[in-house]
Each structure stands twice: as structure tokens, then as C-alpha cells.
């Protein structure tokens, strides 16, 4: 895989990737962290499958990114909708930490 002329190495397993439906991110002064996790239904308990740390220069590169390739994607299949919490939903949703 070619990514911006850097030879990027994926493996078979890496490329199998987690399913993640709560993110959990924290920051310092010099890194922000994204835990990436699963909660299922009726579980009290969510597992993170992986931890990202990065740079905050990089932080602000993924936002970016992130923000570009939804533009791309709603622009393609349509506007991704958000729906309103219900006062019965109680689970954590994704990007609250």
C-alpha cells in the first residue's frame, strides 16, 4: 500500500480490524489518546480493542482528514444522520469520554 510515497506494510491480521462503537478520547499537553472500544448490549463493561497516542499536530491532521473524507462520503451515499438521544438510551456514545 502507497500512501503520500511511503511504502505503508499492513498485515493479514492488522488488516482485519477491531469493531469499535465508543471512543474514549483524553489529552495532555503532549498527546492526545483515542481508545477505541466495544460496548454491547445489556454490558456494563466496554473493552477497548486498541489505543491510539498521538502528536497534537497529528490530532488536528486526523480531524482534518476525518472532516474531508465525510464530505466525500455524504457527498456519495447521502447525509449521515445523528439521531437525537431518547431518554431511554442510557449507553455511552461514540466520542464521549
Known sequence: MKQFGIDVELDDQTAQGHYSNLAIISHSTSEF????????????????????ILTPEHAKRLLRSLQENIVRYESN???IEIPSPQP????PKMGEA
Open 77 to 79: 451515499v447521502g447525509k
Open 88 to 91: 431511554s438510551d442510557a449507553g
Open 33 to 52: 489518546i483515542i481508545d477505541f472500544a466495544t460496548v454491547l448490549p445489556g454490558v456494563q463493561k466496554a473493552r477497548v480493542k486498541s489505543r491510539i
